[in-house]
């Protein structure tokens, strides 16, 4: 499949999808159809959609660059998604079992950021 389309195949069905659930979500929510309702669910479930299928239907053998700061990123962003999990659970725990506030979700994801580039700065310095 070419690269074009599989952007269309991906646009349209992110299109599909997302009407469908517009139209539900107008119907359900007002009895009716609404416009407002319908795009911003259909915007809202069309975009990730297209995106999830694009990833799905790409595979790393379309001549893909294939270097070393790639495998670098790779390697920081697993060990990155672990930490957050880690983090995100225990800060959780914590705050529920010390009856604290939960913090926003900005915490995360400034930790996830620290995070990334620490290590893939280690992982530079180590390998180069």
Do not use: K, Q
């Amino acid at each position: 499949m070419s690269r074009t389309t599989r952007w269309l195949a991906a646009l349209g069905a992110g299109a599909a999808v997302g009407a469908v659930t517009g139209g539900i979500a107008s119907w359900s929510r007002t009895g009716g159809w609404e416009w407002v309702t319908v795009l911003v669910f259909g915007l809202a479930t069309a975009l990730p959609v297209a995106a999830i299928m694009l990833a799905w239907w790409s595979s790393d053998d379309d001549g893909g660059e294939d270097s070393i700061e790639l495998d670098w990123m790779r390697r920081a962003h697993s060990g990155t998604f672990l930490d957050i999990l880690v983090f995100a659970g225990s800060l959780t725990f914590l705050c529920t079992v010390l009856d604290l506030p939960l913090p926003r979700i900005d915490t995360v994801l400034w930790f996830a950021m620290l995070d990334a580039a620490l290590r893939m700065m280690l992982l530079r310095r180590r390998e180069a």
